[in-house]
């Protein structure tokens, strides 16, 4: 993929449909350049290298082998040596910092002024928390970026595992090896490991990102609506291959509002799982059933990473807001503020839209995750007030059953 290509309409791509699926594609510039009947023939058509990208191990069973093959001009092998190169923010040491259980809430996280300082992609990336080893191949990281200029001559190649990039504010063009993404806010994107991939932005862009280091990404389940559900490969897009010699098969693009989600009617929100995470979409449900709001307090034995696209998070009318972020680890008890609590124990139970207008994510783990320097203190985005959301809480017990309160 060659980034000077970049002057077509971005507004325009089209995308394959299917994750999953097996596809072809071919430069129309070079007419069957793509070998016909083997990966890896003698001499490939137009002199050119065959090159594998392999999602999982040679062996793995067909229905979970992940392989892609290219065709290259020159083989990805002819690069210099690599050299180390220092970043202050990026890290997979999770001992650095004492355990902190505490409710964690993070103001907007800031976007970098492009009159003070140019910021790109990578150069904005920061991670915010993480468990697990990647030469092990087993946990997850959490990145918040924030950048305002393109990634000039510069690709990022994630070896340690899957990108699911949520952005927030800012829509990215992404060039990847096997064809450009127009992702948006309200949209996700995965780029699957080893992948080269650079993005360039057109203004102030932020979000944020989950690494996995075991597997890749899978879809969720059908659920209990089974095969008629909206759960269905081709609800999710695929990179359309525009670029040269390459013959892929595991890349998606997926709009949050065209995913599938299996709805859970007393839950008031559809869940997607991925695997070591999930993410979830609040989405407007007419109750018609059975009504139960939820107010309830939770203590998990997961930990809940969660971040605010747009809107407002019914839970947390304030103080929570778009750009920003929490995380509840493991077992640490979390909840509705006393405000929402105090609204929700006496409003009208009639069948009513919710969470109107907002979208918010989770990653939901069963690591726990440690929060690195730049998470507790350096990004200075921490709201030291957040415990307090809960301080006004009061006790309604009296001795006396509710019912037996109103007669009193
Ligand atoms: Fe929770």
Redesign the pocket.
């Known amino acids: 993929m060659d980034k000077q290509d970049n002057d077509h309409n971005w507004e325009e791509l089209k995308y394959l449909s299917g994750f999953g699926n097996d596809f072809a594609c071919e430069d129309v510039r070079c007419p069957d350049s793509l070998p016909e009947a083997q990966n890896s023939p003698q001499q490939c058509p137009y002199g050119l290298y065959a090159e594998q990208l392999s999602g999982t191990a040679f062996t793995c069973p067909r229905e979970t082998n992940k392989r892609s093959w290219l065709y290259r001009i020159l083989p990805s092998v002819l690069h210099e040596p690599f050299i180390p190169v220092k970043s202050d923010y990026i890290t997979n040491k999770w001992d650095n910092e004492e355990p902190n259980p505490n409710q964690t809430r993070w103001k907007p996280f800031l976007i970098p002024d492009v009159q003070k300082e140019k910021k790109d992609f990578l150069e904005g990336l920061a991670t915010l928390c993480g468990a697990g080893d990647t030469r092990c191949r087993h946990g997850a990281s959490v990145y918040i970026y924030g950048c305002n200029s393109s990634m000039e001559n510069k690709a990022l190649c994630n070896a340690d595992g899957d990108f699911l990039i949520v952005p927030q504010h800012g829509q990215l063009r992404v060039t990847t090896e096997f064809g450009r993404m127009l992702v948006k806010p309200e949209e996700i994107c995965v780029i699957q490991q080893g992948m080269r991939f650079s993005i360039d932005v057109d203004q102030p862009s932020r979000g944020y990102i989950l690494e996995v280091f075991d597997n890749h990404f899978v879809l969720p389940n059908l659920g209990p609506i089974g095969d008629i559900s909206i759960a269905l490969i081709f609800k999710h897009l695929t990179i359309y291959l525009f670029t040269e010699f390459f013959y892929p098969s595991l890349f998606f693009i997926s709009s949050i509002h065209l995913l599938a989600w299996f709805e859970d009617r007393e839950c008031e929100f559809t869940v997607i799982h991925k695997y070591q995470g999930s993410l979830f979409q609040s989405k407007q449900i007419l109750c018609q059933i059975h009504i139960r709001r939820h107010v309830h307090c939770?203590g998990?034995c997961m930990s809940?990473f969660m971040g605010l696209i747009t809107g407002k998070y019914e839970a947390k009318e304030e103080g929570f807001q778009p750009g920003g972020a929490t995380l509840?680890s493991m077992m640490t008890p979390?909840?509705p503020d006393a405000d929402c609590f105090e609204k929700a124990i006496v409003e009208e139970l009639t069948p009513k839209r919710v969470a109107e207008g907002s979208l918010a994510f989770m990653f939901e783990t069963s690591l726990s995750l440690a929060l690195t320097k730049w998470s507790l203190s350096t990004c200075e985005r921490v709201d030291k007030d957040y415990f307090k959301c809960w301080s006004s809480l009061k006790k309604h017990f009296t001795g006396l059953k509710i019912d037996d309160q109103k007669h009193s």
Request: net charge negative; aromatic share 0%; glycine share 16%.
């Open positions: 939770l998990n809940e509840h979390h909840g």
